[in-house]
């Protein structure tokens, strides 16, 4: 019987496709954790009101705030989730080697940051089309869809790489955790440092992490230290799990 | 071709030896048997093979590369064995054709005929499987994936004798069909000899013996008789196996290397000369003590007396 030389590519592809069915309970938790989140955007993200010659006003802001940073957690989940020794053993069950397992984690985790990503932002307009039909809310300046597509393409680019950045971050804790178990409190313990660690100007370590990702006015600039941050987290990623056995 | 080479394969636990200087190697299609006590290093040395472990020192070589994290040893080996983990979230029939996607020679047809037969249910999942119906499962996968390399590690775990003796069957019909190298480790040497070519008998993390079995058969030889008399025909001989019957009889098994003349002495001197069973043998040859559990009853009732 002759031998086949696999191609890296191949098996890739292969696996990618594989592991999108294999990992299909992950996108019930996406659905139940954004249906979740759309119950807790209700009420909107912030109001204020006030009396204005005698007519009462009050500005409810609703945003889709809250789901996408619930779809940034269960990206976290997820991707921490494939690191464990279950998922990890499933790919052995057919042709792999660690690095096309690797790469082909890294495929999925972009699908689902999209994914994510996009139902995230489309949950944001659905919430606003509940609270239009459910309230006598007057919504103003509502989803961009129709008068500025490439901003609403913009956000959905947007949140699918805060996602992404989060899979990758559990992929990494994932990683570390499955090297030793005890990283789970080194890095509690270095959140919590954070937290109390002030630095000048009145602040902390954690928040000025916070500042350096979320108040970025400039696109590019943006995407940059997305990608930048998301390889450096994946190549620890990759170093970590070449310290590892493959399968019990 | 040789399929594996290893040379001084050794796995360390820790301070535990578990593989301590393997030295084999295996040629193109054949079907070896890999036999040995619990706790031989069996299984430590076919992950190896299958590419799961990492050898601690030594040279292994399958298809003439590093098994280790290599694709293409996992692109033409498959490695079944009973703690096989398979996609929780996919029923048998979606994992039979994962598997297709990625075995290039796998044969559908087949997979599917022996679904049929052993009646398994495409809609079941393998988790909720019992014991036999999962080595069964995982039996079909290794079939049917038609690897150039086999690897079947006690795959007859949980099968009822029904079940184990179609695998059997079946895994023969299929290697006529498409000759390819199998390597079974199995604890029923009996049930599985007829289908052996080969035997690797792994003892302590060694290799114990390596030869084909129709040699295994004659290797050893048994004989039963007055305790003097068979002293005097053995005590040059390493004894591998002996057992008193009565108070003045004993029955020995020794390495088969009597002259024709000699064996004719024996009978003339009343000594009666059996053959000795491949997986007798292979019992005897893995026991830590010559008198087997025996001595250890034996002992304790000398100690009391004592």
């Known amino acids: 019987m002759s031998i086949t030389k696999p191609s890296l590519t191949n098996i890739v592809k292969k696996q990618y496709s594989y592991k999108l069915r294999a990992y299909r309970q ?42 996408i940073i619930f779809t940034m957690l269960w990206g976290l989940n ?48 659905l919430l606003k089309l509940l609270i239009y039909y459910s309230t006598d809310v007057q919504i103003f300046n509502d989803t961009r869809l129709m008068s500025e597509p490439n901003l609403f393409v913009t956000s959905i680019l947007s949140a699918s790489m805060y996602v992404f950045l989060f899979c990758v971050l559990g992929y990494m804790i994932g990683m570390l955790f499955q090297v030793n178990k005890m990283i789970l409190v080194a890095l509690a313990a270095l959140f919590i440092w954070g937290l109390f660690k002030d630095v000048s100007g009145g602040s902390n370590v954690m928040v000025n992490v916070f500042t350096f990702f979320v108040s970025e006015s400039s696109l590019f600039l943006f995407f940059i230290k997305m990608m930048f941050c998301s390889i450096l987290l994946f190549s620890i990623s990759l170093v970590i799990s070449n310290r590892m056995e493959v399968r019990q | 071709m040789k399929v594996i080479e290893s040379k001084e394969m050794t796995k360390v636990y820790g301070k535990t030896y578990a593989l301590n200087g393997i030295t084999f190697e295996i040629e193109e299609n054949k079907i070896t048997g890999i036999i040995g006590r619990n706790g031989a290093g069996k299984t430590t040395m076919l992950k190896i093979i299958a590419g799961l472990f990492k050898e601690t020192s030594g040279e292994v070589r399958v298809f003439s590369e590093k098994p280790f994290n290599n694709l293409t040893v996992s692109a033409n080996m498959i490695f079944i064995d009973d703690g096989m983990i398979l996609p929780a979230s996919l029923n048998l029939k979606e994992i039979l054709d994962e598997a297709e996607r990625f075995y290039e020679n796998w044969d559908s047809s087949l997979a599917n005929r022996l679904f049929d037969y052993f009646s398994l249910s495409p809609n079941q999942y393998h988790s909720n499987l019992s014991k036999g119906m999962k080595s069964t499962f995982n039996m079909i996968l290794g079939l049917s994936a038609k690897c150039p390399l086999t690897i079947f590690d006690e795959p007859t775990t949980g099968m009822d004798a029904g079940v184990r003796h179609d695998f059997y069957r079946v895994m023969l019909k299929d290697y006529l069909a498409y000759p390819r190298t199998i390597l079974l480790s199995s604890h029923h040497l009996e049930e599985i000899e007829d289908l052996l070519e080969d035997i690797l008998l792994i003892k302590d993390g060694r290799v114990h013996l390596h030869l084909p079995v129709a040699d295994l058969k004659e290797w050893a030889i048994g004989l039963s008789g007055k305790k003097d008399l068979i002293n005097e025909w053995v005590k040059t001989k390493k004894v591998f196996h ?18 024709i003349r000699e ?20 019992m005897y040859l893995t026991q830590k003590t010559k008198g087997g559990i025996d001595d250890v009853y034996n002992k304790a009732k000398s100690d009391k007396y004592s």
């Open chain 2, 263 to 282: 064996l004719e002495n024996i009978t003339l001197s009343g000594l009666d000369v059996f053959p000795v069973s491949s997986s007798d043998l292979c």
């Open chain 1, 78 to 125: 997820s991707a921490a989730l494939i690191t464990t020794k279950a998922y990890r053993f499933d790919d052995f069950a057919f042709v792999t080697n660690r690095l096309s397992g690797n790469m082909a984690n890294l495929y999925v985790m972009l699908t689902l940051s999209v994914i994510g990503g996009l139902t995230s932002i489309l949950s944001g307009v």
């Open chain 1, 26 to 67: 992950v996108y019930n938790s996406l659905i139940a954790l954004q249906l979740l989140a759309i119950f807790f955007s209700f009420n909107g993200v912030g109001s204020m009101s006030g009396n204005w010659g005698g007519i009462h006003l009050n500005i409810n802001y609703y945003s889709a705030d809250i789901i």
């Open chain 2, 242 to 259: 002996e057992k008193s019957i009565g108070h003045n009889n004993l029955y020995v098994v020794v390495k088969n290397d009597f002259t």
